[in-house]
């Protein structure tokens, strides 16, 4: 069974803040990626990886970053973190072939205050 | 540019009943999935249907795609209260651009 982890479940943080939301996977996948969901938007792409140290922007890149230093490790950076970015975070990894299949960490929810 | 569009967004049905939800998309696509998500929780992978006249089930659900029409629909068959949960289609435009669709949430009354 794929597992896709993902660092804390809740997390409240103060406005200004750097934020850090890791995620891991253990099925050697070479493509992860991160999203965002709030209610009546569905999921949105920030941010998207298919090796380590290349990223790509996805939709909603602004305001983040990433960094993917090992394969199953990748990271989401809020480098100053502001109340609209409260949201439901979730990664997910997937292989870069056959059906391409995502498979999604538990998803964290981020407060800011 | 691919947009996915899911109706109905809500459903309330009655433990027993038959329902469909349907997914519409607006350019070709090689695959289309299906996920479950329970409320604060994550996306669980139902199918995936990757080609035109797939048809996939599991229990009381089946998914069935039209690569012609466009059009992939989720059927519940004799809906359970375990079923409640929302359900999202996506679909991938090119080899890691997944675009879902904004769910519909369905609650199965008893």
């Known amino acids: 069974d794929v597992k896709v982890t993902q660092s804390s479940r809740y997390l409240v943080k103060r406005t200004g803040e750097k934020v850090f939301l890791e995620c891991v996977q253990d099925m050697d996948h070479e493509n992860m990626f991160w999203y965002r969901q709030d209610p009546g938007l569905g999921l949105r792409l920030i941010y998207f990886s298919y090796d380590v140290k290349m990223k790509e922007k996805g939709d909603i890149p602004e305001g983040y970053s990433v960094s993917r230093e090992k394969k199953e490790r990748f990271s989401l950076i809020l480098e100053s973190a502001s109340t609209n970015q409260t949201s439901m975070y979730l990664c997910?990894?997937?292989?870069?072939?056959?059906?391409?299949?995502?498979?999604f960490g538990p998803g964290t929810r981020l407060t800011v205050t | 540019e691919l947009k996915v569009e899911q109706n109905p967004l809500f459903l309330s049905m009655q433990e027993g009943k038959n329902y469909t939800i349907y997914c519409n998309y607006s350019?070709?696509?090689?695959?289309l999935y299906w996920y479950r998500q329970d409320p604060g929780k994550s996306l669980e992978s139902l199918f995936v249907?990757?080609?035109?006249?797939a048809v996939k089930q599991e229990g009381r659900l089946m998914a069935s795609l039209d690569t012609k029409a466009r059009l992939s629909t989720l059927h519940i068959t004799a809906a359970v209260h375990d079923l409640s949960a929302t359900y999202f289609c996506a679909l991938t435009s090119g080899t890691y651009k997944y675009i879902f669709g904004t769910g519909t949430r369905l609650k199965v009354l008893a």
């Open positions: 350019t070709t696509s090689d695959r």
């Open positions: 997910a990894s997937s292989t870069p072939s056959g059906v391409y299949e995502q498979y």
């Open positions: 249907l990757l080609s035109n006249g």
